[in-house]
């Protein structure tokens, strides 16, 4: 901008940050942004929730790296030290693990509330190809931290959730050397998983959050079929306001979790110890853990584990590519068919991961 | 070939050359070397005496697991403890007298053949010996 730009920028510090970053820009685009209001307005809010979570994970994740160390002999140690030792490391620590399993449950509930709302619907497909591998991303974050305490209840999920990879057929061996850093999960597996988690996943996200938040931006929000235009609120203040109230909240939730129910440590790995009786993986793959282990070894001459996996990619795809499947989102019609389909792998998800929590034999 | 054409074909291949000789080291450094194991064919599991009989225990076989069960009759069985379904390592279960794997709830035998559950095969059986004292797990 020219010198006569500066008396356009206006006097003091907004007009000097106005001539050097045209920041009226964004702060017009934020007070022009409108939130439709309806009936199922509320569900907006999740994606902010969702934001907030991760926020939240950065912020405790970057304080755990100053006394996280990352080699068998010494990361069960190193987070032992945080939360006995170092003040409020407990603190820290309860909160990172509450807030990721917080987080993944609202994402959960923010994709089938887009889902259900169609909100997939042109020219949002890649608003929702973004976020779905942001959901991927988000379910890596988690397998790749579950191992970093180096306990026994990690050991084996990374063992299982590893061989699974494994047995992709084409590639199963390439993946399986890939994400073990070697043959056998070992210390070396616990220093790839820890560079996937604190630096490769974080770029990762960055860039797809990015892209999903501006794309979110382009579009405005999806008003769903069936609720005609009408009624809008202003983002700024009256929705980012909400947001807060919805935050603060939040943040009281994570704190009283993370102070009545401190996040257990467990036992040391043992790469020679039996797998205890009651171990499970994460709440979150619970119904794949429980699909593997009702599946039979053997399948009409085929090995039960493969179908299972074989199963879940199919699955994974059609949920990535739910925008392009669904004909009738062109006609702005509430698509019956995907509805149901979507309540179908709820009901399986939610009756898969009670299951893997009653107890049964032996 | 006209002049543009051919510089645009040039520099074309110059950046797919440049960006493939820039990614096939990351490629080839993110998959770990082939580091070839010591192979073990023998190990001593434990000393005469230190099972009871319906008892076992989960001894180091080079670099991986393997499990040593002294059966209720006093015989000794040796197999490799890693579940054939997923990997997760196995132990003996004195009250049902069956190898047991707790992370998918598969069951083998004291033959170590896959009676329930989803394990797909049988777990590798090693061929026990007493001698001097020692419980000695080898190969078949």
Same mark, same amino acid.
């Given at each position: 901008m020219s010198e006569g730009g500066r008396a356009?920028? !206006?006097?003091?510090?907004?007009?000097?940050?106005?001539?050097?970053?045209? =920041?009226?820009?964004?702060?017009?685009?934020?007070?022009?942004?409108?939130?439709? $209001?309806h009936r199922h307005t509320i569900w907006y809010y999740l994606g902010g929730m969702t934001l907030f979570l991760f926020t939240i994970q950065v912020a405790t994740g970057i304080l755990l790296l100053l006394y996280y160390?990352?080699?068998?002999?010494?990361?069960?140690?190193s987070i032992q030290f945080i939360m006995t030792k170092v003040p409020f490391g407990w603190l820290i620590r309860s909160i990172h693990s509450w807030s990721a399993n917080l987080l993944v449950f609202v994402l959960f509930v923010h994709m089938f509330?887009?889902?259900?709302?169609?909100?997939?619907?042109?020219? &949002?497909?890649?608003?929702?190809?973004?976020?779905?591998?942001? @959901?991927?991303?988000?379910?890596?974050?988690?397998f790749s931290g579950y191992l970093l305490p180096?306990?026994?209840?990690?050991?084996?999920?990374? /063992?299982?959730?590893?061989? =699974?990879?494994?047995?992709?057929? !084409?590639?199963?061996?390439?993946?399986?050397?890939?994400?073990?850093?070697?043959?056998? =999960?070992?210390g070396g597996t616990l220093t790839r998983f820890y560079g996937i988690h604190v630096a490769v996943l974080p770029a990762l996200t960055t860039a797809l959050l990015l892209l999903h938040l501006l794309l979110v931006q382009?579009?405005?929000?999806?008003?769903?079929?069936? /609720?005609?235009?009408?009624?809008?609120?202003?983002?700024?203040?009256?929705?980012?306001?909400?947001?807060?109230?919805?935050?603060?909240?939040?943040?009281? @939730?994570?704190?009283? $979790?993370?102070?009545?129910?401190p996040w257990e440590l467990g036992t040391k790995a043992d790469p020679f110890a039996p797998a205890p009786a009651g171990i499970r993986p994460e709440w979150y793959f619970g119904w794949m853990f429980q699909t593997l282990k009702l599946l039979p070894g053997h399948v009409l001459g085929i090995e039960g584990e493969l179908i299972g996996i074989f199963a879940f990619g199919v699955g994974g795809l059609l949920f990535v590519l739910a925008p392009f499947l669904d004909r009738s989102q062109e006609k702005?019609?509430?698509?019956?068919?995907?509805?149901?389909?979507?309540?179908?792998?709820?009901?399986?998800?939610?009756?898969?991961?009670?299951?893997?929590?009653?107890? !049964?034999? #032996? | 070939m006209s002049r543009r054409k051919f510089l645009d074909w040039f520099l074309g291949t110059s950046v797919g050359a440049m960006c493939a000789s820039v990614l096939y080291p990351?490629? &080839?450094?993110?998959?770990? #070397?082939?580091?070839?194991?010591? /192979?073990?064919?023998?190990? =001593?599991?434990?000393?005469?005496?230190d099972l009871k009989p319906n008892e076992s225990k989960v001894f180091p076989f080079g670099s991986q697991p393997a499990i040593l069960i002294r059966g209720a009759d006093g015989t000794y069985h040796a197999f490799s403890a890693t579940c054939t379904h997923l990997n997760c390592t196995v132990q003996y279960r004195g009250d049902l007298r069956q190898i047991w794997c707790a992370c998918h709830n598969g069951f083998y035998d004291l033959a170590g053949a896959n009676v329930s559950g989803p394990p797909p095969r049988p777990l590798e059986q090693f061929t026990v010996h007493v001698t001097e004292g020692e419980i000695v797990v080898s190969k078949s």
């Open positions: 356009d920028a !206006g006097p003091g510090l907004r007009g000097w940050l106005e001539e050097r970053t045209g =920041v009226s820009l964004i702060l017009d685009l934020a007070h022009k942004k409108t939130v439709p $209001l160390r990352s080699s068998s002999d010494e990361a069960f140690e509330s887009v889902f259900f709302l169609k909100a997939y619907r042109r020219p &949002r497909e890649l608003t929702w190809v973004t976020g779905a591998l942001l @959901l991927f991303v988000m379910l890596a974050f988690g180096w306990n026994t209840l990690a050991f084996f999920a990374t /063992q299982v959730g590893t061989e =699974v990879a494994g047995s992709v057929p !084409g590639m199963g061996r390439f993946m399986l050397r890939f994400l073990r850093g070697g043959e056998h =999960v070992t382009r579009h405005g929000m999806s008003r769903p079929p069936g /609720q005609n235009e009408g009624r809008t609120m202003p983002f700024v203040p009256n929705f980012l306001l909400r947001d807060c109230i919805g935050w603060c909240v939040a943040l009281g @939730l994570l704190a009283a $979790l993370a102070a009545l129910f702005r019609r509430v698509s019956l068919g995907f509805t149901v389909a979507g309540a179908i792998v709820i009901a399986y998800m939610a009756v898969m991961t009670v299951l893997v929590y009653l107890p !049964g034999k #032996p | 990351i490629f &080839r450094y993110l998959v770990p #070397p082939d580091v070839p194991e010591a /192979q073990t064919n023998r190990a =001593v599991a434990a000393r005469e005496g």
